[in-house]
């Protein structure tokens, strides 16, 4: 079966030095290759400039690695080979996708309305286009309150109960009143042992906050990882819990889409 990993991938590389017309044909040749239970889709469109650059003309997933070509073709391309779940080339190498949680910071997902960090309609948003929220809570004289660097908005107890959130403690109140919460309810709260929020810490659902770009292991969320790599290419390849980012999207896009900025 590792004969089928070694053709699909140069046959992929192959690929790029064919035009349009033969990609549809190509990607097949690439199906047959890793077997029957991976499926080509195809959707070509004609492009304005005839020199435009395919951003991504295969992608074959095996064993977590992605092999994303840029291919310089006649007419817009874009194919996708999926590999379904089920199919593995050996027993010790499953072909699947490697998923990860998704969480904006603040509620903010795509880097814009950072006026509106912290808001509850903000963080409507955020959950509507699918992403959990880390957000900083405060507890003053038993009232709630949600905030980025002060408590602004006062909410209600059961607005930031569920899975969905990440709770930032942010002053002694509310770090003492969390733990005596069901768990049901506050599932994944956390603090930081210093302001500059750069240590490594673990939530009460036993995820870790990594602060920078590199997972210490799978279960790292990965904090704002833009600080020290704007592009956010530092995601596109992670294997570890999920991402906490201001630009969530771009991570979700360029990692399931196959969109490379």
């Keep these: 079966m590792a004969s089928a990993f070694l053709s699909s991938f140069f046959l992929a590389n192959f690929i790029s030095s ?33 020199d435009t650059v395919a951003r991504v003309a295969i992608r074959v997933t095996i064993d977590f690695m992605i092999f994303p070509l840029k291919v310089s073709v006649d007419s ?9 779940p089920t199919l593995s080339l050996t027993s010790s190498y499953p072909i699947t996708k490697y ?9 903010i997902y795509d880097g814009t309305n950072f006026e509106y960090a912290g808001t ?14 880390l957000q900083n809570v405060w507890r003053i004289d038993g009232v709630i309150y949600l905030g980025v660097y002060q408590p602004r908005t006062v909410v209600s107890e059961k607005f930031i109960q569920g899975n969905r ?28 042992p210093n302001e500059q929020e750069n240590t490594p810490v673990t939530t009460s659902g036993g995820q870790l906050i990594t602060p920078g770009t590199v997972a210490i292991n799978n279960t790292s969320i990965i904090f704002l990882p833009e600080i020290q790599d704007r592009g956010m290419y530092s995601t596109i390849k992670l294997r570890c819990y999920g991402i906490c980012s201001n630009y969530a999207s771009f991570s979700k896009r360029m990692r399931n ?4 900025y």
């Design 18 to 50: 064919l035009g349009a017309s033969a990609l549809a044909g190509a990607a097949g040749a690439v199906t047959g290759a890793v077997g029957a239970g991976v499926a080509a889709t195809g959707v070509f469109a004609d492009c304005a400039n005839a």
């Design 76 to 84: 817009c391309v874009y194919i996708y080979i999926t590999p379904l």
């Design 99 to 107: 998923s990860m949680q998704y969480i904006s910071y603040q509620g």
């Design 120 to 133: 509850p309609n903000q963080i409507g948003k955020s959950f509507n286009h699918g992403y959990a929220v």
């Design 165 to 192: 959130f990440f709770l930032n403690a942010m002053n002694q109140e509310m770090q003492t009143w969390l733990p005596t919460q069901p768990a049901k309810s506050y599932p994944n709260y956390f603090w930081f």
């Design 257 to 260: 889409e196959g969109i490379w």
